[in-house]
């Protein structure tokens, strides 16, 4: 099981949010290629901003682990992770991170500074295309 | 009523945080003159490190409100959001925000670039120096 299986996961979480009109952003925390948390965009359901895939996953996870740091994990995320999610990241100093598309409008890697943990290795555009198709769908479908 | 009434609000949260071993921090969510939500930070309770004061209130505010944006809304929070917080804070289009003490070191003001949404005004330092005081002693208390 490689980062491309994971994504696959990951996309198939994103699928789910398309399918209930959110917009469509799907992540998996992996511990010892095993997946420990999976969740999917859920503002719209939730009424709540601060409920993208990363954030539930994050505590999700920690559920699990029954510890706030996720020490050795893998997020994949279909998106780059927005700033707050970023910011999150940080404090759950996560080992890694692997993201589908990328986001220049509010991905945090448009930031100048350091925003991830010291201790987080970060890999960028696995199955991007899967995942942009899937955004571009849904928001073609809402305007 | 005035800023640094609803920022004693919030410094109010801070000591709850600080009675049950959390760091201090407290935040109100005011609209119309009126608290519509009240959160400390519960990291160690929740076992969650998304669990900052702020995070808590816009959820909480939305659940009041019925709806995702706090426009009109402003923010007292106790010490200077972190990354995590400035970019849930966007997402919200909150129209202000009000901190207490700065904080140099994850504090979103210490970024190039714009963090906040452009909707969002900013007022930084008002009664700082209590909210610095709770926090040195927290820690002080801690190492």
């Known amino acids: 099981m490689d980062d491309a299986y994971f994504m696959g996961q990951a996309l198939q979480e994103a699928r789910h949010a398309f399918d209930i009109g959110e917009v469509p952003v799907g992540a998996v ?4 290629n095993r997946i420990i948390a999976r969740a999917h965009n859920l503002t719209e359901t939730l009424n709540d901003v601060t409920a993208h895939a990363e954030m539930q996953a994050f505590t999700s996870a920690a559920n699990t682990l029954g510890g706030k ?3 050795d994990c893998t997020l994949y995320v279909t998106l780059e992770p927005c700033m707050m999610c970023a910011g999150a990241a940080f404090w759950t100093q996560i080992s890694r991170i692997v993201f589908g598309a990328d986001d220049p409008k509010r991905g945090f890697s448009s930031l100048q500074k350091q925003i991830l943990h010291p201790k987080t290795e970060i ?3 696995v ?4 995942s942009k198709e899937l955004l571009r769908s849904f928001f073609s479908k809402k305007r």
């Open 127 to 130: 199955r991007a295309n899967e």
């Open 123 to 125: 890999t960028g555009e």
């Open 29 to 32: 925390i992996v511990l010892h």
């Open 69 to 71: 740091y996720l020490i």
